[in-house]
């Protein structure tokens, strides 16, 4: 037989044993309760949804056995409303950043293709100012030989004119040397050896010659006049050719030093941005897949 004193001390032991469980339970309770709060805490945080923890008012419930999990705050909030969301205004936010990529595609196609068009100028405008420069050449070729002839047919009359200074000498040695005979006159005639009236014809003889080389003198400078009006006609036309020419290789290498940069710039900046909205869509696409991975209940 077991003795009376055997059974109340095993009693005792037994009562010790479960105050001791109770109380290392009790001390665990703060630590456990504590956790819970954060992970609500971190899912308020995050996700913008469910209670705020606040020490001393948020509360968590167990079951007693001891791998109880947490379970819905008091306030009966779901956290899928909240995760899907942020899901969701994660995915209009990268809906809209593949809006401005496309945007952006866009128009770096669109700069690229004006880029490409004013290469093709570039060519055409060099092309251009060369035969322009060759026009501008044939009219400066025209004006000189014009230029040429005005300048020989005013050595012309000056040689014409000098003839008639020559023989004018002529006629004012005869009024010196004979002043009688352009007082008098002719008496008779220079065949019947009358010599003033010898004197006289040459005289009118060499005034004779005198009007015409002035006159083809006067001509050769007129027709001069007209070449030379011709010519400058022509230096005018070319000039403004040259000019032309000039303005088109300007407008080329403006395409190649200004417009054409500035394009490729504007087309490095779209890049960039490009890139930059890229790696703003990175993050959220993780983050979808965290939320996917952490809450597929939720999806």
């Known amino acids: 037989m077991k003795k009376p004193g055997n059974r109340a001390q095993t009693f005792t032991e037994y009562a010790i044993l479960i ?3 109770a109380a290392v339970l009790f001390g665990m309770r703060i630590y456990m309760e504590r956790a819970v709060q954060q992970k609500f805490r971190e899912s308020a945080d995050v996700f913008g949804e469910g209670e705020q923890y606040a020490k001393g008012i948020t509360q968590a419930a167990y ?21 899907l969301s942020k ?36 060519p055409v405008l060099r092309e251009q100012a060369r035969q322009l420069r060759i026009l ?16 020989a047919k005013r050595n012309e009359a000056k040689a014409k004119n000098a003839q008639a ?47 015409s080389l002035r006159n083809e003198a006067a001509l050769l400078n007129a027709q001069a006049a ?21 303005d088109a290789d300007s407008a080329a290498n403006d395409l190649v030093e200004t417009q054409i940069p500035s394009l490729e710039d504007q087309v490095k900046s779209f890049e960039e941005d490009i890139e930059k909205a890229k790696n703003e869509i990175k993050p959220k696409e993780e983050q979808i897949e965290n939320f996917k991975k952490n809450y597929p209940s939720c999806f």
């Not at 079951?63 to 995760?83: E, L, M, N, Y």
């Not at 007209?226 to 000039?246: G, T």
């Open 19 to 21: 105050a001791v469980v």
């Open 63 to 83: 079951k007693d056995d001891p791998g109880a999990q947490p379970v819905t705050p008091p306030s009966g909030k779901d956290i899928c409303p909240g995760v």
């Open 87 to 122: 899901a969701e205004a994660l995915e209009n936010e990268i809906a809209d950043l593949n809006d401005r990529i496309a945007s952006f595609e866009q128009s770096k196609r669109d700069l690229n293709k004006s880029a490409e068009d004013l290469n093709t100028q570039i």
């Open 136 to 151: 501008a050449d044939g009219y400066e070729a025209q004006a000189d030989a014009k230029d040429a002839q005005a300048l």
């Open 165 to 211: 200074d020559g023989k004018q000498k002529e006629v004012d040695n005869y009024k010196k040397d004979f002043p009688l005979c352009f007082t008098f006159g002719c008496g008779t005639s220079c065949e019947e050896g009358d010599n003033c009236c010898c004197v006289l014809n040459a005289v009118a003889a060499l005034e004779a010659e005198i009007a």
């Open 226 to 246: 007209v070449l030379e009006d011709e010519a400058r006609a022509l230096h005018a036309k070319a000039a403004s050719l040259y000019k032309a020419a000039d």
